[in-house]
């Protein structure tokens, strides 16, 4: 496994998805839709694919002393990586928000989204579609992901516009929550997107190599 | 002893048949793999690799099925696929380090050795490298983890004839070394200078597998050279 993962970080990945997870950093803007710094992130995890693909990548990986199924553990443990380094920068950015910023007035007079645990919770889920959406379809041929990436833009701006504009539908304001206000219904949001990031990754998996042992290369 | 085997090997695509490839590699024999271009001969490695799903039929390696052993199966075999350029913007020197991480025998000795020999500087990328100089980066990664087989997908293509030669010749050292070699080729003077066995396909199909004087014997009429049996044959089989 450390084999296959060092190998995604330092053959196939692109310099850019690492670069890209200084998108991150956006949960600090104010007034800005703070999710799309998730849209960012797996935009990076993108290039690699196309790096990937211009290196021969998947066949080199094919001819390794491993299961074929391997070969999709590679690119999900890469992409795994990198989303949860990006969803730690974002934690501890929120964290920040939560609490020394918690007063600022930039933040409180946001009509978009708060940096809060449902914020985290939402990014989950949004890893989560990349996934399955993304890399699974990546997975049907092993080389064309066009129709994948533009699947997962739709799906991923259509959740974010979703995420970013509930807190105004009435009943709903406490998914805006500042500082530690409404804690558990915050947790369990994020609880709730983990779970999701877990089963969506899962199912992106499972798919991904039924897909890939059918094709040939 | 027979340490590769292939039972009625079946794949269609829509403009070609590869129809039940059956062969065996003899255990320390090198096994020249020759058919024209588009005879099969790549679709048959390529199954062997695993790297295409056949529709039929069988392979195993050192008495186990390619199927659910692939991965103990591979540790055990080199390959090299010509002159397909695998991270053409990584040197030499990083790509051999992560894929020595694959193989708990990987030989740092031999992989000197043959680096020296190939005149390959581990610094160069396979982007600044010739398509000759690109087959031999790929035989250096197979050669280094201490294959018993080696299948090899036209080695010798691109090849000068100093390098041709040589790469010839090593096939014989690591044949007496006990190493099983299968490799394809087109040319016939490789199959001349260094294989004790032949496969010959045409069409999708093998039409002889055999010992060279087999072949010469069962296949030649007299005075004719290898490479006038092939074009004969091949000649026969297109009218």
Redesign the interface.
Known sequence: MRALLNKEMRLAASILSYLFLGFALMALIPGYPILCGVFFITLGLFQSFQNAREANDIVYSALLPIAKRDVVKGKFLFCMFIELTGFFVMAVLTLLRMTVLSGNAVYRENALMNANPFFLGAALLLFGMFNLIFVAGFFRTAYKFARPFVSYIVVCFVLIGLAEALHHVPGLEALNAFGFEHAALQLSLLAGGAAAYVLLTWLGYRLACARFDKIDL | MNIVELRGVCKSYPAFRLREVSFALESGKITGFIGRNGAGKTTTI?SM?????TDGGEIRYFGLPLQGH??????RVG?S?GT???????TIR??AA??A???PDWDEEAFRKYLSLFGLDESKKPIELSEGMKVKFNLLLALSHRAEVLILDEPTSGLDPFSRDELLELFQTLKEHGVTILFSTHITSDLERCADNIVYISKGEIRANCSRADFMQNYGKEGETLEEIFLRLEREARA
């Open positions: 390529k690799l695993n790297l295409i799903h692939e991965a103990e199966i591979k540790q390959y696929t397909v350029s695998w991270y053409p913007r990584k990083q790509i992560i894929t991480a694959f193989y």
